[in-house]
Structure formats: C-alpha cells, structure tokens
C-alpha cells in the first residue's frame, strides 16, 4: 500500500475522485463533456484524483501531441493553474501513461492503490476482480517495471500495432467473461479493507474503500467489514457519479452534473 503524497494527504479543500472517463477520437461528446466540467469544478474543491482510465488507450507518449488527447490534458493543466492540483492513478487502459508525460501538464501520478489519512483506500478497482485470474496474471506482467520500460523504447507505429491488438483480443475475452468474474468480488472487497496483499499496512484494517473500474456507481455500508464502500461510475454524455471528500474525511457520491 502506498501513502498518499504529502500534499494530497494535508489538503485544505475537498477531494474531488472520478473515473473511467475512456476518452478517444471515437467519442468526441464525451470529451466535451469533461472539457465543461474542468471549467465548472465548484468552490472548495482542492484536489482532483482520476483513478484509472482517463484515457481508452494509451501507449507512447506521442499521444499526448494528438486529439483529443492534448486538448484534455491542456484542459487539466488549466485546472492545476487555477490552484487544484491534479492526480492520476493508472487504470487497466491507460496503465502506460509515464509519470514524466503527466507531469509536463503539472498532473501528478498517484499510485494504485493510495491510502488517505482517516482510513480511505483508493484504488482502480481491476485489483478487486479476484474472480478473473487470466486477466490478474497479466496484470502483473505487463506492468513489470521493465517490461514497461522496455516497451516505451519501441517506435509509436510498433506499439500502436502491440496496444490495438490487445484492444482486439481484450474485446474477444470479455465475450467470453461472466459477470461475476468482471465484477469486484467480496473476496477482493475484503483483502482491500483487511489490508491484505498489495493493501497491506500497518493502518489496516481501513475505514472507507473507493475504486471504479466496474462502472455502476454504488454507496453502500459492510456491515461485516465495519466499513464502507463507493463505486465511481464510468462517464457518459450525460455526466458521471463522482466522490466528494471533505478534508475532515466526509465522503459522499456527487453527481455530474448536479442534479
């Protein structure tokens, strides 16, 4: 488990966390749509944490040279410039987004899973779907830290030929995949607030789990867990359900926009 940086641990303002936005050329709507919310973030918000899936595809850092990939990064300079720092986690499609391309736009990257003070774990939430064991062991190898390394050496053409591939066959396993083994398991649910694995520390057991990647917003209590769990949903046209934290540790979900 890794602790939150400093500066995101001591915040004056609320925690905004939002996810999987998957944003590309096939949606410009979309993109349009978090463009308007990077203008409209209330008052009082201090951080902005993305966990995972900012993009639907990354693999080289010319990416961030092209639409709408520049315009939405450009858009989160502009939000850090206006005083809101600016956090991403990597999700399962954008995992190859370098920490030093982030941090051209004045985006900081944010580890997966990060713990907060008062006991909040954030995580993508792929960490959680135990029952997909295929998809778990690739996890863990392409995210090597050599292999990443290795890999961003290779010419934009290759890898792009590399990521859509793998778009293609990931497209062809979730066909095949029930909808158990695409959701966040109790298993998993309680290793992250157990502090189990990659949750462990010496602060578990953990107050309050927050993660996307599964795409239904949810709020609910565990009761067996002494916990509680929020669910960020994924972003359509028509908004997003996001998390809103307070610097004395209240979370409530906040829809996008408000309704």
Same mark, same amino acid.
């Given at each position: ?16 966390? @939002?996810? /999987?936005?998957? $944003?590309? &050329?096939?949606?410009?709507? %979309? +993109?349009?749509?978090? =463009?308007?919310?990077? *203008? ?69 990257? @944010?580890? /997966?899973?990060? $713990?907060? &003070?008062?006991?909040?774990? %954030? +995580?993508?939430?792929? =960490?959680?779907?135990? *029952? ?128």
């Amino acid at each position: 488990m890794h602790l939150a940086p400093a500066a995101l641990a001591q915040r004056q303002g609320d925690l905004f966390c @939002l996810s /999987d936005l998957h $944003l590309g &050329p096939q949606r410009p709507e %979309l +993109t349009e749509r978090f =463009l308007r919310f990077c *203008q409209e973030i209330p008052a009082g918000v201090s951080d902005l944490c993305i966990l995972g899936d900012l993009f639907d595809f990354w693999v080289h850092r010319a990416q961030a040279q092209e639409e709408p990939q520049n315009c939405v990064l450009r858009a989160l300079q502009a939000v850090r410039a206006e005083g809101i720092r600016v956090w991403l986690m990597p999700g399962n499609r954008d995992f190859a987004l370098a920490p030093s391309v982030l941090a051209e736009f004045g985006i900081a990257a @944010l580890p /997966d899973p990060t $713990l907060l &003070p008062g006991g909040i774990v %954030l +995580t993508h939430g792929d =960490l959680l779907c135990t *029952q997909d064991h295929r998809y778990l062991r690739f996890r863990r190898i392409i995210r090597n830290p050599l292999l990443l390394r290795l890999l961003r050496t290779l010419p934009y053409s290759v890898l792009l030929g590399i990521g859509r591939r793998l778009r293609r066959s990931s497209q062809k396993e979730l066909q095949k995949k029930t909808f158990t083994m695409m959701q966040a398991t109790d298993n998993g649910i309680a290793m992250a607030i157990r502090g189990e694995g990659v949750f462990a520390s010496s602060s578990a057991p953990y107050r309050i789990l927050v993660h996307g990647h599964t795409h239904q917003a949810i709020d609910e209590d565990l009761p067996a867990l002494n916990a509680h769990r929020f669910v960020l949903s994924d972003w359509q046209t028509t908004g997003a359900t996001l998390l809103r934290c307070s610097a004395t540790g209240e979370c409530a979900l906040w829809h996008y926009p408000p309704r």
